[in-house]
């Protein structure tokens, strides 16, 4: 499995309210990719994001960020974030004794 963790923040003219509504709808449009398990979203009161999404594989979740970046609902979404905040990385489980 695959974690991958995406930090962020929203542009400043975002309002709460649209915050919410974007990270719904591309809850709604990651959806239906192949190799998703699941997602949580976290937010603290200072307008910093968390999107926390479990992958089968490193390809599935590759494969989602292309698909995503080719979708037409997702453009107008994407474009609420602020890229200079926001980091994408890719994490696997380390099992400790």
């Known amino acids: 499995m695959i974690h991958e963790f995406v930090t ?13 509504e974007t990270m719904g709808a591309l ?6 990719h192949d190799g998703l398990l699941g997602r949580d979203v976290y937010v603290d009161d200072e307008g910093h994001w968390i999107d926390h999404v479990r992958w089968a594989t490193l390809e599935a979740a590759q494969a989602s960020a292309a698909a ?25 489980h380390v099992a400790l004794d």
Do not use: M, N, S
């Open 68 to 92: 995503l970046q080719e979708h037409a609902d997702a453009a107008p979404l994407l474009a609420r974030f602020d890229l200079a905040a926001t980091r994408l990385a890719h994490y696997r």
């Open 8 to 20: 962020f923040r929203f542009k400043p003219e975002i309002t709460a309210d649209q915050q919410q």
């Open 27 to 32: 809850g709604r449009l990651l959806a239906h």
